[in-house]
């Protein structure tokens, strides 16, 4: 289980995660773009330890100002699509156009393990090796909303860190689609061609999600099927809401393999940047994701604290199996475990509670 | 701001609502099984007024030792299935073997406007007038989780009251299946034969819910179609897991109309009560039910306190400007309002918190 993400390593390994450093160091490394500091704030910020969540918070918060100067693009579509393909070709593109590249994943179903970033970075060779960009995959581990945050919060670093684009993938099936629309400007979702039976697996929820659609692997004896793809879905696209209010989403046909339409669609996300930003669209969905995020953090927070408090989790085993055995009522035992939680609050906070 | 905890029913009935009384009251009303308490001691559960919560909690906790002896049946099916009709025929029968029949419903789409009470009323028209019958439409508005919660405790209060059979209907399309399978024992599934496209509409979760599916409205020319449907139910039904361990889930076919299939069903109902009693899925269910329900419960209690509280309701809006406006970090604008709203917990507490 050996990984760039030195929090996540078995214990063994973690006493040489990384040297212990002060906020103003790594906020000084991310705005050097040193890309070794930028890793390490990664981890930081992934890191659950009570130290490392103050610090991270006290780094996220001065390097807050140097964020949000870059266009966020999710990237969906079903196992075999091709989306690492796409997020190699679209990103070497960009890297030649003088831009930096993030590319990062979210990835809620498995824990990282050796393969997975292997798999990663084998995927991604030309990209992982280009200087102006950084690939970083899923922080594993733990539910959807954890995930995201980590996400969310690495995005916001590495636009700190002067990438000018940056890419996130939904990895795996499940519901990440959304957790990656509440955290991007532009939303892309990858077609193929030979779905077959799979078209009925793709969520019609995750097409009203999408920004722009792109049938991918048009190539060869393919060209001919994603023309008509192209033209049913844009059929059904304009019968339904678009994602963005003013904008009107899509179908693209392209190949990474031919480097084909990809230019293409760079286009197509500056459309969309130059239009959503002149009607106020752009602004506003930011400041929408930031309080819906602000929400759900809220939530995650408060039952992250409470599971962890000392003495709700002294009494739950007792508690627990009288609400389980039908001799405490639910109701009870919810307010007597609200009232430990609380109480616990009238001293000194205790740092362990984070 | 988001507060499941106001009282429910409109400002114009709030004054006249019901007598000021004492928990020995309602326990008293409702173990004596008069029905005027019983549907008072409902709407005090129902309220969310500062004072009724505490004196629901103390009624509840008092009448838990009654509670736990019924059969609890979800009922669920797409609109036009005969949900209502069913209830009816299978609540009057079982009136005529000498049981008391509670129908609860569940419904957190639409709020609660006197034409729906009078709607359940007329479908169950020859089952509200039976004195072992009590009908409660659904909790009005608010959340899926807050009307959970009520119907939920509804039937415990019903089960003191000494009602033999509960049945809770999902009234309405949404997520309320998952919800109401969450509280009962057993979970039945309405199918319709004229159901065309929309059994495609019929989410196969759904299917895997149930611990029985009966085809409905199998009278007529229908009878046919029914058994063929019901083959197909039962070829497929062999190849996924059953909602209950030790149970094989089983297609059937009635009529309300005829009064065919009833007796069935019952027969039914009372092979996997025995079943499951044997086992000791019986009891392991209502444990883990009543467990899950203590963690939703703890979820929204403390989402519902923390925007209750005065201190974060004062901070919201420059806070959430902020945030928006990208001035403040998501994680420090969440450490701000949590200690905002845990310290003020170190003070006395306040009871319009609740």
Redesign the interface.
Known sequence: MKNENQNQTPPLFRKKRMPSRTSDEFVKGVLQQNRTMLAQTITLIESGSPADVLL??DV??QL?PY??KSIRIGVTGPPGAGKSTLIETLGTYLCGCGFKIAALSIDPSSPRAKGSILGDKTRMEKLARHPQAFIRPSPSKGALGGVARKTR?AM?VCEAAGYDVIIVETVGVGQSETAVRAMVDFFLLLQMIDAGDELQGIKKGVIELADAILIHKADGKNRQAARQLQVAFNQWLHLIQPATTGWQTKAYTGSSLCNEGIRELWDVIRDFKRETLRTGTFERR???Q??D??QT???E???A??YANRKVQEAWPA??AA?????????????E??DLF??S???K?DVEEK
Chains 1, 2 share one sequence.
């Open positions: 991270a918070q996220l918060r807050l964020t949000g919060e916001l930011r400041a929408d930031a309080i995020w602000m953090t809220i939530k927070e408060l039952q604290r409470f508690i627990e609400v389980g055995s039908g001799s405490l009522p639910v109701r009870q035992a919810v307010s475990l609200l609380l109480s609050h009238r001293d906070r």
